[in-house]
């Protein structure tokens, strides 16, 4: 009912826009239109050679982030020429991550907590940034801020995830919690880097914040007309 008051219901990815009309949604005038990001940081992005491949996790340490499904998958890798840093705070659900920490895998540096004005650095040295969450996602910001940083990503199959990680393109899906699809993902990766490369080259430019700003005045300005 608060729905239908409004004169137009803007959100940020296709997969919302859908559930919404899946729920009866119908009549409402929905526009979608997709975060803009602030995205100056990525021109200090120089990324250091490695002969490791650098996976990162970036974001909460929470079980619908889909951490250990991760840590799983690097568990049963276990290949010297891959290392995992996991960027995020660990607070939220201390037990869980206090769980995943005892297994003290090597190859696995935990950072704890990170700030916006990290990202240059943090991408610097990262190769691939994976996104394992196991909960319905809408437009995950880290996976734009990984793009912004010429970082390809792998991600579940969930929802709005991959509705921005292209199989084959930009990065590679696996199936939502099953740390077994995504260890085969990350041993074809390792094994051939050239795919890296490629996705890397597919990376479309991140919608900016001053594209988002400009095409909300356009929102607003056909409703006061």
């Not at 010429?150 to 990065?171: K, L, Y």
């Amino acid at each position: 009912s608060l729905l239908d008051m409004a004169d137009v219901v803007i959100v940020p990815s296709q997969t919302l826009l859908s559930l919404y009309r899946k729920n009866g949604m119908r009549n409402i005038n929905i526009t979608l239109m997709p975060y803009g990001h602030e995205i100056e940081w990525a021109a200090q992005v120089h990324r250091t050679p490695s002969e490791v491949l650098r996976l990162g996790f970036l974001g909460n340490v929470i079980r619908s982030k889909g951490v250990h499904v991760l840590i799983e998958a690097f568990e049963i890798l276990s290949d010297p020429k891959m290392e995992l840093h996991i960027y995020g705070d660990e607070a939220l659900e201390p037990a869980y991550a206090k769980k995943l920490k005892r297994k003290n895998l090597p190859g696995i540096t935990w950072h704890g907590r990170y700030q916006a004005s990290e990202l240059a650095e943090i991408f610097s040295n990262l190769d691939l940034l994976v996104f394992p969450s196991i909960w319905h996602e809408n437009n995950p910001l880290v996976i734009q801020e990984a793009f912004a940083g010429g970082c390809p990503v792998v991600s579940s199959d969930m929802s709005g995830a991959a509705e921005f990680v292209e199989d084959h393109v930009n990065g590679r899906l696996f199936k939502t919690g099953d740390a077994e699809d995504l260890y085969g993902v990350l041993k074809e990766i390792v094994e051939s880097p050239e795919v890296l490369e490629g996705m890397r080259k597919n990376i479309r430019p991140v919608r900016r914040v001053e594209e988002d700003v400009h095409e909300l005045q356009q929102v607003y300005q056909r409703l006061l007309e």
